[in-house]
């Protein structure tokens, strides 16, 4: 997407010493960026808060992150906000989180609209609470005709349960005979995966310096370039988002060839 030049300095104005938008070439931009948000609790505990705390501010961060890459002309921003493996958390936990997405949703429904921004889910979100469920699918009706970036929510998300459903999706339909083996490709797999239609991510970031993927994107990240950064999402700001963008821009993707 073409940035609004005008927006974009005035978004990032004021900047700090190591970094500014010259920094960055807006004319090769990734198109897609994924962000594995990470380490609110930790955040919240340096703090001595709670770590509900952490999430909330963490949903700040996310805010501001939306209209950095809505500035920036960034086509989709992919963003992990809950994974199968999340539901292992004490209960009270798993109770916040949910109401935090159903009560965010509603609030930034106006952001959505205002910057023209599309709401997808990644994950099995039919499995979520009911209030969560209902505020979802109002954000999704309530953007669905927006023209602008695509925001894909990764909320109880796992790689591995998107690949089973993939092979069972198109297991059923060679078991009814509507496709043919060798009808199956790359592709087509990608057809199945609840990233269907977005393209792959460019550049993946992960805050809180763990370097794992912690079952996110298997299939999408195979040619990714991974940023990992020590700072914990709470305060991960259009600055870091900046450098990580000025990173990525300095990599060499050879995608198994060699340096063109
Ligand atoms: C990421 O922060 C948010 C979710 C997984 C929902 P964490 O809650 O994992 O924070 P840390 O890793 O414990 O610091
Ligand atoms: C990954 O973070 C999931 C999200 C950010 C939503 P986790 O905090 O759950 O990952 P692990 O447990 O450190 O691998
Ligand atoms: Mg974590």
Redesign the pocket.
């Known amino acids: 997407m073409v940035p609004d030049l005008l927006k974009l300095q005035e978004h990032y104005a004021v900047a700090p010493s190591d970094i500014s938008l010259a920094h960055i070439d807006l004319e090769h931009m990734p198109r897609h960026i994924s962000i ?3 380490g609110n ?1 930790r955040w919240a505990q340096a703090q001595g808060l709670d770590r509900s705390k952490g999430h909330k501010a963490g949903v700040v961060s996310l805010k501001e992150i939306i209209t950095s890459c809505v500035r920036l002309g960034i086509d989709v921003l992919s963003a ?4 199968t ?2 539901w292992q958390r004490p209960q009270h936990e798993v109770d916040l989180l949910m109401q935090l997405f159903a009560h965010t949703l509603v609030k930034e429904l106006h952001l959505f609209e205002e910057e023209n921004v599309k709401l997808v889910f990644l994950g099995d979100v039919a499995a979520l609470p009911k209030k969560t469920r209902e505020t979802f699918e109002l954000g999704l009706e309530r953007t669905k005709n927006n023209t602008g970036m695509v925001l894909a929510l ?1 909320v109880n998300y796992g790689a591995r349960a998107e690949l089973t459903r993939a092979v069972r999706l198109i297991a059923q339909e060679t078991a009814a005979k509507t496709l043919a083996l060798d009808d199956i490709d790359e592709t087509l797999v990608s057809e199945n995966l609840y990233t269907t239609g977005l393209p792959d991510p460019e550049l993946l970031i992960r805050t809180s310096g ?1 370097l ?1 993927l ?3 994107l298997l299939w999408q990240l195979a040619y990714t370039e991974f940023y990992i950064t020590d700072t914990l999402w709470p305060d991960f700001d259009r600055w870091e988002l900046l450098r990580a963008i000025a990173s990525f821009q300095l990599r060499d993707r050879r995608f198994g060839g060699v340096k063109s």
Do not use: H, K, P, T
């Open positions: 594995i948000m990470d609790g992990y906000a809950f994974s493996e999340n990764a763990e794992r912690s079952n996110f």
